[in-house]
Nanobody, 119 residues
Framework: QVQLVESGGALVQPGGSLRLSCAASASIFSLYAMGWYRQAPGKQRELVASITISGSTNYADSVKGRFTISRDNAKSTVYLQMNSPKPEDTAVYYC?????????????WGQGTQVTVSS
């Protein structure tokens, strides 16, 4: 069982910056692909950004050029740097860890952290 704890959510002004962190309890964190998702009220959860075990990244079109995902395997932590956030970025942000080893497939989710973008 892997536990994920997100932190860093806050009220931020449009055009500001914020960094989210997700600390994992995984014994071999480097084996997990990691992702940040978000869910706004009344909307479905959507992928924001992901990073593979080799460090390749993928972003939703809506955040490209503004958000950056990164990982520190030594600290078992994944980050989401949010620059120039917009009011439409307001949502609960969730961290996901995915393990894929042959036939073994496991996904783990954190509890979420609230990000509110407003002046």
């Amino acid at each position: 069982q892997v536990q994920l704890v997100e932190s860093g959510g806050a009220l931020v002004q449009p055009g500001g910056s914020l960094r989210l962190s997700c600390a994992a309890s995984a014994s071999i964190f480097s084996l997990y692909a990691m992702g940040w998702y978000r869910q706004a009220p009344g909307k479905q959860r959507e992928l924001v950004a992901s990073i593979t075990i080799s460090g390749s990244t993928n972003y939703a079109d809506s955040v490209k050029g503004r958000f950056t995902i990164s990982r520190d395997n030594a600290k078992s932590t994944v980050y989401l740097q949010m620059n120039s956030p917009k009011p439409e970025d307001t949502a609960v942000y969730y961290c996901k860890a995915s393990l894929s080893l042959g036939s073994l497939q496991r996904d783990y989710w954190g509890q979420g952290t609230q990000v509110t973008v407003s002046s």
